[in-house]
C-alpha cells in the first residue's frame, strides 16, 4: 500500500522557520521525483519546490526562493521542506507529493503551516 505522510506543521510567528518531512512506503521512493504543493484557505494548490529522484536537482517557486529549501534522503525514504523567514501568507495546508514519469502520482494528507502572531 502506497503511504506518504507529512509531518512538522504547526504554528509558527512571523519571522519563525519550521521543517517539513515526508515519508513514503509502499513503493520505491528512490525512483520518484518529490514535490511539496500548499493550499491556502480559498486559494488553489500551488507547487512550492520539487526535487528530482537522485536528489540532483530542486525547482522552487518564487515565493519559495532564497527561503525555503527542499532536501531529500533516499536511504530513509524521506524528503523535507526547510522553511526560513516564514509570513502570514505561507499560511497553508502543505503536501507531500511522488511522481514517476506522470504516471504513477501520489500524495499524502497534508500538514498544516500557521505563521500568525
Known amino acids: 500500500q502506497v503511504q506518504l505522510m507529512e509531518s512538522g506543521g504547526g504554528w509558527v510567528q512571523p519571522g519563525g522557520s519550521l521543517t517539513l518531512s515526508c515519508v513514503g512506503s509502499?513503493?520505491?521512493?528512490?525512483?520518484?521525483?518529490m514535490g511539496w504543493y500548499r493550499q491556502a484557505p480559498g486559494k488553489e494548490c500551488e507547487l512550492v519546490a520539487d526535487?528530482?529522484?537522485?536528489?540532483?536537482?530542486?525547482n522552487y517557486a518564487a515565493f519559495a526562493k532564497g527561503r525555503f529549501t527542499v532536501s531529500r534522503d533516499n536511504a530513509f525514504d524521506r524528503t523535507y521542506l526547510q522553511m526560513n523567514n516564514l509570513n502570514p501568507e505561507d499560511t497553508a495546508v502543505y503536501y507531500c507529493n511522488a511522481v514517476l514519469a506522470s504516471v504513477y502520482d501520489y500524495w499524502g494528507q497534508g500538514t498544516q503551516v500557521t505563521v500568525s502572531s
Open positions: 509502499g513503493f520505491i521512493f528512490s525512483n520518484y521525483d
Open positions: 526535487i528530482t529522484a537522485g536528489g540532483s536537482n530542486t
